[in-house]
């Protein structure tokens, strides 16, 4: 055998060790940080979260033990940082649950230097069988107690349609009145979508024609906007939750606790 087949054989035995060591190490990294694999058993329920509550630190979501929000780092690994205020879990589609009943919490980060671990929300509640569900972080965060509110609502999502979009509207302001949902369109026609939703409910989806709209939130009966948001696109054959969000107390137009529409596609 000559030397060049004796220095290959070489290198295939320390490439193979120095790969078997990076998997130990990616491994254990993903271990410390993984979302947990939720027991399989029968057809689950579907779920979304979202870090609603004004002023509120980063979370993470479980259910009972188990950690359900989690994004990927470039590396892979996943990351600790948690749910920011005004953000959704998963981003797009629904994450999948057993369905039972659960001690859902948001919970900070173990990356945080404040409060490490701790859980601000908690809430008791049971998902069924087939059933797409919210569940909103609400009411301003109270930064002594160092707790805030949560609610849950089913997305009872429309049968497919190709000819228009749905749209929805979730209260989640603590200090608001209840909302009616105004959309207007590019002509100028406006229509009322949702009428009387209180806080931590949410009103039916409702079929609107494909379009790009201004959205406004209203004290039913007045015409005064309390919140005002344009140039909202809605594609046909989709389906969204327009979620109110966000202090009636904060007049500023920048301020990110300020009265706010997010824009959720469920579908």
């Known amino acids: 055998m000559d030397h060049s087949t004796l220095n290959f054989n070489k290198m295939k035995k320390t490439y193979h060790l120095l790969t078997f060591l990076f998997c130990i190490v990616v491994l254990s990294a993903c271990e ?93 509640s049971s998902i069924d069988v087939g059933k797409f569900y919210s569940l909103y972080t609400c009411g301003i965060y109270n930064s002594t107690a160092k707790t805030t509110d949560a609610f849950i609502v089913e997305d009872v999502l429309p049968t497919a349609d190709t000819s228009a979009a749905y749209v929805r509207l979730v209260n989640s302001v603590s200090n608001s009145n209840t909302f009616s949902l105004v959309l207007k369109n590019l002509i100028g026609i406006e229509g009322i979508i949702a009428t009387g939703v209180a806080y931590k409910s949410g009103s039916t989806f409702v079929k609107v024609p ?37 202090d009636m107390t904060v007049t500023s137009t920048t301020a990110t606790n300020r009265p706010f529409f997010d824009n959720t596609q469920n579908r």
Do not use: C, H
């Not at 879990?89 to 490490?116: M, R």
């Not at 959205?215 to 909202?232: C, D, E, K, M």
């Open 32 to 124: 410390k940080n993984a979302v947990q694999k939720l027991p399989e058993g029968s057809p689950g329920a579907q779920i979304k979260f979202f870090n609603f509550a004004p002023n509120s630190p980063s979370v993470n979501f479980f259910a009972n033990t188990d950690k359900i929000s989690g994004t990927l780092t470039a590396s892979g690994i996943v990351s600790t940082t948690g749910v920011n205020y005004g953000s959704v879990f998963p981003a797009s589609n629904y994450a999948s649950l057993k369905a039972g009943s659960y001690a859902f919490k948001g919970q900070i980060p173990e990356s945080a230097t404040v409060d490490a671990n701790l859980a601000i929300t908690n809430l008791q």
């Open 210 to 246: 494909e379009g790009i709209y201004d959205l406004y939130a209203r004290y039913s009966p007045s015409t005064t906007n309390v919140i005002t948001r344009t140039g909202v696109s809605f594609l046909k054959g989709r389906v969204y939750t327009i979620s109110a969000r966000g």
